[in-house]
Nanobody, 123 residues
Framework: QVPLVESGGGLVQAGGSLRLSCAAS????????IGWIRQAPGKERTFVAA????????DYADSVKGRFTLSRETAKRTVYLQMNDLKPEDTAVYYC????????????????WGQGTQVTVSS
């Protein structure tokens, strides 16, 4: 079973919204913190947000606080990233990833990665 599968990317105008989904395997969903990490063209991967396997704790990059929100749906083993008030600088490939660490912003500590989904925000 593939550990993580993302969906929901697309093209949106600045100020618009998108919701990304990350469907996880049962083992990953119940035991790993799931995070979102993005990579803009020509840049390194950067942490966006993460949610613990209990759903009780979360962390966000300063650049997305107040605009992005994580949630989870247990029945679907899915973590969502609701992105509002999108800006052109949010344009990137967004990866869903999982780590055994409780909460970490270090992208190198994520063990499993999805295939990525493109988010493009036009000005």
């Amino acid at each position: 079973q593939v550990p993580l599968v993302e969906s929901g990317g697309g093209l949106v105008q600045a100020g618009g919204s998108l919701r990304l989904s990350c469907a996880a395997s049962e083992r990953v969903f119940s035991s790993y913190t799931i995070g979102w990490i993005r990579q803009a063209p020509g840049k390194e991967r950067t942490f966006v947000a993460a949610l613990t396997w209990t759903g009780g704790s979360s962390d966000y990059a300063d650049s997305v606080k107040g605009r992005f929100t994580l949630s989870r749906e247990t029945a679907k083993r899915t973590v969502y990233l609701q992105m509002n008030d999108l800006k052109p600088e949010d344009t990137a490939v967004y990866y869903c990833a999982a780590t055994v660490k409780y909460l970490t912003t270090d992208v190198d500590e994520y063990d499993y990665w999805g295939q990525g989904t493109q988010v493009t925000v036009s000005s």
